[in-house]
């Protein structure tokens, strides 16, 4: 901790340590502009405040409060002088208990009337699709990508561009079929190949692209390019954004962007 300048701040392995959270995860904060350093030694280290410590504590709570992270940034600029945690988590509760409150109402609609009960009068599919949303609600888009060996991928992506950790599922004989890893925009789900979904191949152009926005485009360049990315466009301008193009371990394309103004 260093104090010299009238108030107490942070590198980012002391702050890592002291609160338990891991140093990749402030960097990633960092990279997405979810918690930014307000201060920097001129060396270009992060140095934390006790104002940044306070965001960081939202952030904790909202994470464990089941939010998004892409939601939690909107929260944050939306209210720049931080806002009422209890407040929040009431409305959150409130919303998590309608959700189960119409949760168990329809399944007792379903226990009376089986769906199979609609085979010989289609009318009575009306009670159903009463309780089916008309409009989309989803807010938070999510990205599928296949790896021939999920671990690996999920470690290597972690390290090469700084996406959050998350849960692992692992088949009987301990490999892994599934993981989640978070992103600013969304979730990003890894699969291992099954029939109707394969990996890249390496011998071919992609066929899709996967683009995701970024708080310093440079520092995240130079991140994914020392964890071995296949850099395949430098950092450029176009539409009013800035962005670069990398191949990961496995082929898959992405493209990295923040915007200029």
Same mark, same amino acid.
């Given at each position: 901790m260093d104090g010299s300048q009238g108030e107490p701040t942070w590198r980012v392995g002391e702050l890592a340590r002291l609160t338990g959270l891991s140093v990749r995860t402030l960097h990633h904060y960092d990279q997405i502009g979810l918690l930014q350093p307000a201060r920097r030694t001129p060396g270009g280290h992060r140095l934390y405040t006790p104002a940044d410590v306070t965001q960081l504590a939202f952030i904790v709570v909202l994470r464990r409060a089941g939010v998004a992270l892409a939601e939690i940034g909107r929260q944050l600029k939306a209210h720049p002088g931080g806002f009422d945690l209890a407040t929040t988590m009431e409305q959150r509760s409130r919303a998590l208990e309608e959700t189960l409150i119409d949760t168990v109402a329809f399944g007792r609609l379903l226990a009376a009337e089986p769906v199979e009960s609609v085979a010989g009068d289609p009318s009575r599919l009306r009670r159903l699709v009463r309780w089916v949303p008309q409009h989309s609600t989803t807010t938070q888009p999510l990205i599928l990508l296949v790896y021939a060996d999920v671990e690996v991928a999920y470690h290597r992506l972690i390290d090469m561009f700084g996406f959050e950790p998350g849960p692992i599922s692992r088949r009987p004989d301990g490999t892994c079929g599934y993981a989640e890893l978070s992103g600013p925009t969304g979730s990003i789900r890894l699969h291992a190949p099954r029939p109707g979904l394969s990996p890249p191949d390496p011998t071919s152009d992609p066929s899709s692209m996967t683009v995701v926005g970024v708080a310093n485009i440079i520092e995240h360049h130079q991140q994914a390019k020392r964890a071995g990315a296949e850099i395949v466009r430098p950092v450029s301008t176009l539409f009013g954004?800035? +962005?670069?193009?990398?191949?990961?371990? +496995?082929?898959?394309?992405?493209?990295?962007?923040?915007p200029t103004t």
């Open positions: 954004m800035r +962005e670069y193009q990398a191949f990961d371990h +496995e082929h898959h394309l992405w493209c990295f962007q923040e």
